[in-house]
């Protein structure tokens, strides 16, 4: 059995066979009955739209079911132990799709239950973004290497997932993050130690030398709202604008995984223009969800 918690808990080369393979499922408008007779549970402890919504399309593409239950209308709600929920869906549904906070919460799903589990978001990792964002890449490239990715934002989430990736695609990874909002240094160390080629900065301007691709994320991610103001404050100078891609390569393209904040981390400008690939990339969500499910039930 096989459970989709993070990249880094995939092979390299698996990693890059799954991209392979949401490009095909994307161009032959993928349809099968691989999740004939299963139903799949989301649990989602966050707001979505894209992840759950590609989630439950693509299920179904596959001819799977799904239950969407959330903890205003579940006994999660009211702290039922997460060992005691994995044991008993364990018994109702062959898989779980699960947004969370803490990455150990997911861990725990996984560790109890006896069914697959696939990370749709932790307050650590949010995969397969990233791994659908590396279709979206592909698409447009052809490759990997040498393939140069600024992040100017928050060391969350995000950036986490995308250090992580570095370790397995090849390309360089310039990431500029104000200081104390720096990305966790385990999982930077991990990805160095891999080969990663990741240069971390506090200075936007200077993740922007070559790149190919600029990234960023909300400043304050779901369950920081209350430190809305004080990141306000921490990011100013880290908007993604045409000031700041004037320094990028002449080709660059703008990603941003939704949902943004305009005049935050990205200005209107940028996210409306010619150079922003960012509805791409939420469509790239349904294909990448598609070949995960397929790696993990086949
Ligand atoms: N990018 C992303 O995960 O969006 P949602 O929060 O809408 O799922
Ligand atoms: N970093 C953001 C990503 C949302 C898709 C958050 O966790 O809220």
Known sequence: MKHFLSIASLKPTQAMD????????????HR??????????LIFEKASTRTRVSFEVGIRHLGGQTIFMTPADSQLGRSEPLKDTARVLSRYVQGLVVRTFAQKNIEELA???SIPVVNALTDRYHPCQVMSDMLTIYERTGTWSDVVIAWVGDGNNMAHSWINASAYFGFHL???CPEGYMPNTDVLDRALR?????FVTDDPKAAMAGAHFVNTDVWASMGQEAEQKKREQAFAGFCVNDELLALADPEVKVMHCLPAHRGEEISEAVLESERSIIFDQAENRLHMQKAILEWVYS
Do not use: P
């Open 32 to 41: 099968s009955s691989l999740l004939k007779d299963k139903v799949l549970a």
């Open 194 to 198: 891999m080969g990663g080629k990741v």
């Open 174 to 176: 310039n990431m500029a």
């Open 111 to 113: 560790r109890f239950g």
């Open 18 to 29: 799954l991209v392979l393979r949401a490009k095909v499922m994307k161009q032959e408008n």
